[in-house]
């Protein structure tokens, strides 16, 4: 494992509704290591997505209030100007968006939408850059560079599009990549492409890249380390093999039951009620707590921190050495409103 | 008797072209299938966006219109019905939507939703009509209370389950859900899918279920299609096709969902890579010289693959 | 795109025999005919001449037979002659359609001077104050009728400040073709095009404001911005571009819009242009007249439509027509 090359200290993004903020990631501490993948599991407003943005500094900046430290190449971004951050984005960082169909400009030709990432901190002529920018489309594996550098993205299927993405994030040989749900809007075998893609990529540039994902599969497949969030929070973080072994805490272990594949038995494992939104967030204590109501209160911490349990794996809140499934579960009842 | 046969259905789509705008060619959707139905059984249709998955769903309750071929439920063709004969039969088969946030009219009451089969096909008073809704309501584990509010006021699951009340109103024989999870997480996914094997002992029921995830197929189906291009390259039972998958296709397909065991990363990417280059190398045992699939041909009494 | 646009215009043919058959029967339906205005004009005409003078033109013929010679001298060039004015259509609408033309283009030119601009901004900075204020313009230029805002612009600024000619089309004492006599023109355009620009921006700004907000929040500018792209170049490489997309679909309507408008504004100014024609040739039932501008208001709007679906399909690389 190499050197830390970002390193998240106590993030708290929130965001304005109405008059009030509120904080959709809550105090997230990470590291991320050169050439590691690092990958964050949750579910739709768990806040991963919401945490990728912060790190590239694309919310909007009226309606979102970004405190704690993102450390990277030992600046902090959340300290820097747009025109510094300018400097970093394209760069050093890049990102790969989930939507193939949405993340291209749709009058742009794809050669000029590569291009513009070199144009932004390089300078270069043009020759040179068609001529990189040709190589990039080559090492994404797009078959005919030549013609796809000047088609529109209209022109390419779903999985080319995405391989134009990755052109765009790679353009400059980042030393970090966020790649935000890469291959949800992908078919499987696409997927599979991509995935593989991805890690040759990782091999050759040593890249560390930061994985966010709902799919434990690809989890399984791409990752060197895991990161669960839920509500907000960091609940459990430790390596790849360590926490689909042993997974510890309530959520982790209910979010690995209700997947199909990854489910042993008949019936899928369903977590009870729904993911609070985020203005009716618990803020204090397990935030865990109200999916899992047959745990008894005392199970839980006043105010849960992640602890190491073994060695760099780390659980958030006491209530996972209490934790059970229910022995016949009830799901359907419960969410009677 | 037969339940439900689609029997060589195929579903074109004329392409125009030229001055005045002439049927040039036709994109075949769905070129030649034939599936059979047995009453209480879960066939599972999978295949990537544009293998026609959709289409076929669509075709057998008559949204789209059939090419050519039969769909003959309890005997009858209804491709040669009538639209009134049609309406008769309609009921019988049901549908459930992909996108819960789409598929319910958001200027509708919850009641008025459901109720909507029911005003279609029989005459309740709406006393009783009330009643009925009020128990569909809880069969699906969702309030009775709440049959005024509207759309926007239940999550992604519990508009898929109002979604599937809706369907159940005219207690169907078959329902073809088209994706029915796949706008859901993962948790809300599991409590939908378990729901509906919980109302399928209950009424009966037959499905038609169409997914391109292989997972969740898998958990749910008792027989499996697997559909490229337009037509099925492999049928079996769930053993038949994920323990001795046959077409190359299938495997490839098969190998493309990610393991989650991570231990077994290097092994399973390993596979994968034998896979795809035995797709390429292989090629013409599998397709016709003009890159068509074969017709099916049976291997065992559940097992049937499209080899020449 | 050749075949396209050949396609599009035999489609025409049959959508203008339509409303060339249904303009004939309106205008037969009316009361009076081509010599009830004569007769207004000369009371001294007596009943039988004026019936000699029916049968002459063919005018006691059935409707079909009269209307198959009208469109037969149509489709080989003869508008007819305008029994009014005693003079052949053709030279009455000379003129008239290079000064509504005129006038026509400076409306556009200027209302997109003026909206284009405003919706940037308006759509750039939502909410800032230069926003609301540029919202209250619309609201104003929407509820205002034109010829309310036109009467006022001409007391204004054509007596009372006296800045602009309140009406003609040029200078009679200029001689023509010289260039006093361009400028006297563009002197004359200049208040009726403006006045009429300023009250058909609402919808250009309006839908480029929406446009601009809808299209910040889409991916692929999130793409542009991790690019580490400047805001100004993401807002003029990527927001401004997509967002005037529908914009300039609309411009083939809006020709259509600015004609329709040009029938009030050139009443008002008393420009010699298709609009006065139109309204003084109702008045006067001059009905071969009526026929002919109608017709010439058909051709062009569905000529506008179809230039719009060209335009698009130049500026959006995703339309392809063929």
């Known amino acids: 494992m190499g050197k830390p090359l970002l390193q998240i200290n106590n993030l708290k993004t929130s965001f304005r509704i109405g008059d009030e903020f509120y904080a959709a990631v809550d105090d997230v501490s990470l590291t991320v290591n050169e050439n590691e993948v690092v990958a964050i599991v949750g579910e739709s407003g768990c806040g991963k997505s919401a945490l990728a943005l912060s790190i590239m500094g694309l919310h909007h900046e009226l309606n979102t209030k970004l405190e704690g430290e993102i450390l990277f190449q030992n600046k902090n971004l959340l300290s820097l100007s747009t025109n510094e951050l300018n400097n970093i984005r394209g760069k050093d960082m890049g990102m790969i968006f989930q939507d193939p169909l949405t993340a291209l400009n749709p009058l742009m030709r794809i050669g000029d939408q590569i291009e513009e990432t070199m144009k932004n901190h390089y300078n270069l002529s043009k020759e040179e850059m068609k001529k990189r920018t040709l190589e990039l489309l080559n090492k994404v594996g797009i078959p005919n560079p030549e013609r796809t550098y000047m088609q529109y993205p209209h022109e390419l299927s779903g999985g080319m599009r995405q391989r134009v993405v990755i052109a765009i994030a790679i353009a400059c040989e980042p030393k970090l990549l966020i790649a935000d749900e890469p291959t949800t809007a992908l078919d499987v075998t696409i997927q599979a492409q991509i995935l593989d893609l991805m890690r040759e990529l990782q091999n050759q540039m040593k890249t560390?890249?930061?994985?966010?994902?709902?799919?434990?599969?690809?989890?399984?497949?791409?990752?060197?380390?895991?990161?669960?969030?839920?509500?907000?929070?960091?609940?459990?973080?430790?390596?790849?093999?360590?926490?689909?072994?042993?997974?510890?805490?309530?959520?982790?272990?209910?979010?690995?039951?209700?997947?199909?594949?990854?489910?042993?038995?008949?019936?899928?494992?369903?977590?009870?009620?729904?993911?609070?939104?985020?203005?009716?967030?618990?803020?204090?204590?397990?935030?865990?707590?109200?999916?899992?109501?047959?745990?008894?209160?005392?199970?839980?911490?006043?105010?849960?921190?992640?602890?190491?349990?073994?060695?760099?794996?780390?659980?958030r809140c006491t209530c996972y050495q209490h934790f059970d499934f229910p022995k016949d579960a009830e799901d359907l009842h419960y969410d009677i409103s | 008797m037969t339940f439900l046969r689609v029997e060589n259905l195929k579903v074109y789509y004329p392409v125009r072209g030229g001055f005045f705008r002439r049927v040039i060619d036709h994109v075949k959707a769905v070129d030649d299938i034939t599936l059979?139905?047995?009453?209480?059984?879960?066939?599972?249709?999978?295949?990537?966006?544009?293998?026609?998955?959709?289409?076929?769903?669509?075709?057998?309750?008559?949204?789209?219109?059939?090419?050519?071929?039969?769909?003959?439920?309890?005997?009858?063709?209804?491709?040669?019905?009538?639209?009134?004969?049609?309406?008769?039969?309609?009921?019988?088969?049901?549908?459930?939507?992909?996108?819960?946030?789409?598929?319910?009219?958001?200027?509708?009451?919850?009641?008025?939703?459901?109720?909507?089969?029911?005003?279609?096909?029989?005459?309740?008073?709406?006393?009783?009509?009330?009643?009925?809704?009020?128990?569909?309501?809880?069969?699906?584990?969702?309030?009775?209370?709440?049959?005024?509010?509207?759309?926007?006021?239940?999550?992604g699951g519990q508009r898929q389950r109002i979604g599937i009340a809706r369907a159940l109103t005219v207690n169907p024989k078959i329902i073809i859900a088209d994706e029915p999870v796949s706008a859901l997480d993962v948790s809300v996914q599991a409590q939908v899918l378990n729901f509906m094997k919980d109302i399928q002992k209950e009424y009966n029921l037959t499905y038609l279920f169409i997914s391109h995830d292989l997972g969740i197929v898998r958990h749910m189906s008792d027989r499996i299609g697997i559909m490229y291009k337009g037509r099925l390259v492999e049928e079996g039972t769930k053993e038949n096709i994920f323990n001795q998958p046959k077409h190359i296709y299938t495997k490839r397909l098969l190998a493309a969902i990610p393991d989650v065991n991570p231990e077994k990363r290097d092994e399973h990417l390993l596979m994968r890579k034998e896979v795809n280059e035995e797709f390429e190398r292989n090629y013409e045992k599998y397709f016709d010289a003009e890159g068509k699939i074969f017709d099916l041909k049976k291997i065992s009494d559940t097992h049937s693959v499209a080899l020449p | 795109m050749l075949k396209f646009i050949v396609r599009r215009l035999l489609i025409m043919i049959p959508q203008l025999l339509l409303l060339s058959i249904i303009i004939f029967l309106l205008a037969k339906a009316m009361p009076g005919d081509a010599l009830t205005g004569q007769m207004v004009a000369n009371p001294n005409l007596d009943p039988e001449t004026m019936e000699e003078l029916r049968e002459k033109l063919g005018l006691n013929d059935p409707w079909h037979e009269q209307y198959i010679r009208w469109i037969g001298n149509l489709l080989q060039g003869d508008f007819g002659i305008s029994y009014v004015h005693n003079v052949k259509i053709s030279d009455l609408l000379g003129n008239r359609m290079a000064n509504t033309f005129l006038l026509g283009l400076l409306t556009l030119i200027f209302a997109y001077l003026i909206a284009i601009p405003l919706g940037i901004i308006a759509g750039r900075y939502p909410d800032s104050w230069m926003d609301k204020l540029i919202v209250g313009y619309n609201f104003v230029s929407y509820a205002i009728p034109l010829f309310v805002f036109a009467l006022l612009m001409?007391?204004?600024?054509?007596?009372?400040?006296?800045?602009?000619?309140?009406?003609?089309?040029?200078?009679?004492?200029?001689?023509?073709?010289?260039?006093?006599?361009?400028?006297?023109?563009?002197?004359?355009?200049?208040?009726?095009?403006?006045?009429?620009?300023?009250?058909?921006?609402?919808?250009?700004?309006?839908?480029?404001?929406?446009?601009?907000?809808?299209?910040?929040?889409?991916?692929?500018?999130?793409?542009?911005?991790?690019?580490?792209?400047?805001?100004?170049?993401?807002?003029?490489?990527?927001?401004?571009?997509?967002?005037?997309?529908?914009?300039?679909?609309?411009?083939?309507?809006?020709?259509?819009?600015?004609?329709?408008?040009?029938?009030?504004?050139?009443?008002?100014?008393?420009?010699?242009?298709?609009?006065?024609?139109?309204?003084?040739?109702?008045?006067?039932?001059?009905?071969?007249?009526?026929?002919?501008?109608v017709m010439l208001f058909g051709f062009l709007s569905i000529l506008g439509t179809l230039l719009s679906d060209i335009i698009l399909s130049i500026v959006d690389p995703r339309i392809r027509i063929d």
């Open chain 3, 154 to 293: 001409l007391f204004l600024f054509g007596y009372t400040l006296n800045w602009f000619p309140t009406g003609g089309s040029v200078d009679v004492q200029v001689e023509r073709g010289t260039w006093d006599w361009y400028l006297s023109k563009l002197h004359h355009l200049i208040l009726p095009s403006i006045s009429a620009a300023l009250l058909s921006t609402v919808g250009t700004i309006q839908y480029l404001r929406s446009e601009i907000i809808d299209t910040k929040l889409k991916d692929f500018v999130k793409t542009a911005k991790a690019k580490g792209t400047p805001e100004r170049k993401v807002y003029t490489r990527h927001i401004f571009r997509n967002s005037l997309l529908p914009v300039a679909a609309f411009l083939g309507y809006d020709i259509v819009f600015i004609l329709g408008g040009s029938i009030f504004i050139e009443q008002i100014f008393n420009y010699p242009g298709l609009g006065q024609l139109f309204v003084s040739s109702i008045s006067q039932r001059d009905f071969s007249v009526v026929n002919i501008l």
């Open chain 1, 208 to 315: 560390g890249i930061i994985l966010i994902t709902h799919d434990l599969g690809v989890v399984a497949e791409m990752a060197d380390r895991v990161a669960v969030m839920y509500a907000g929070e960091i609940v459990e973080i430790a390596d790849v093999f360590t926490l689909f072994n042993n997974p510890l805490h309530p959520y982790t272990r209910s979010l690995f039951n209700s997947v199909p594949s990854a489910a042993d038995g008949d019936r899928l494992h369903v977590i009870q009620g729904i993911v609070p939104s985020l203005k009716k967030l618990p803020r204090t204590g397990c935030r865990f707590s109200e999916r899992i109501p047959w745990i008894k209160k005392e199970a839980h911490e006043e105010n849960p921190k992640l602890r190491e349990v073994e060695k760099n794996h780390w659980v």
């Open chain 2, 36 to 155: 059979d139905l047995q009453p209480g059984e879960t066939y599972g249709l999978v295949g990537e966006s544009g293998c026609g998955k959709t289409t076929t769903g669509r075709t057998i309750i008559g949204l789209n219109k059939a090419t050519a071929g039969k769909i003959i439920f309890n005997d009858i063709d209804l491709t040669r019905l009538k639209r009134r004969q049609f309406h008769k039969y309609r009921k019988d088969i049901q549908m459930i939507f992909q996108d819960p946030y789409s598929s319910l009219n958001p200027k509708k009451r919850v009641i008025d939703i459901i109720a909507e089969p029911i005003r279609n096909f029989e005459k309740l008073s709406p006393k009783e009509e009330r009643r009925k809704v009020q128990d569909l309501m809880e069969k699906v584990g969702l309030s009775p209370d709440s049959i005024f509010k509207y759309p926007h006021e239940f999550s």
